[in-house]
Nanobody, 127 residues
Framework: QVQLVESGGGLVQAGGSLRLACTAS????????VGWFRQAPGKEREGISC????????DYRDSVKGRFTISRDKANNMVYLQMSNLMPEDTAVYFC????????????????????WGQGTQVTVSS
């Protein structure tokens, strides 16, 4: 059974940093494209970063470019999202998701590509 679990969320002041982790069981995460998504209250879920399985190519939403970094920890079957210079508008529940298609690119826009989802971790940024 595939399970993704997010961790590392919390309350942080604006300008601070957090590192989210996506831990997988039942699959070897390095063989999967992994996406990070977030959903703020009253808003639709949006893709913010992803890393492809074939070439580890990455993509970022414009609003997080230069502040967020996605990376793999293959030894521990995890994917991280390092978030720096956090802003109140980054407040949301953050989800990771995995996609088994063998691709050199990843998608932030097509959630249906992602087969497995975690339950999310809350990130709150105070001003």
């Amino acid at each position: 059974q595939v399970q993704l679990v997010e961790s590392g969320g919390g309350l942080v002041q604006a300008g601070g940093s957090l590192r989210l982790a996506c831990t997988a069981s039942g699959i070897t995460l390095s063989y999967y494209t992994v996406g990070w998504f977030r959903q703020a209250p009253g808003k639709e879920r949006e893709g913010i970063s992803c890393i492809s399985n074939r070439d580890d190519n990455t993509d970022y939403r414009d609003s997080v470019k230069g502040r967020f970094t996605i990376s793999r920890d293959k030894a521990n079957n995890m994917v991280y999202l390092q978030m720096s210079n956090l802003m109140p508008e980054d407040t949301a529940v953050y989800f990771c998701a995995s996609d088994s298609a063998w691709l050199s690119y990843c998608s932030l826009n097509y959630e249906s590509m992602y087969e497995n989802w975690g339950q999310g971790t809350q990130v709150t940024v105070s001003s």
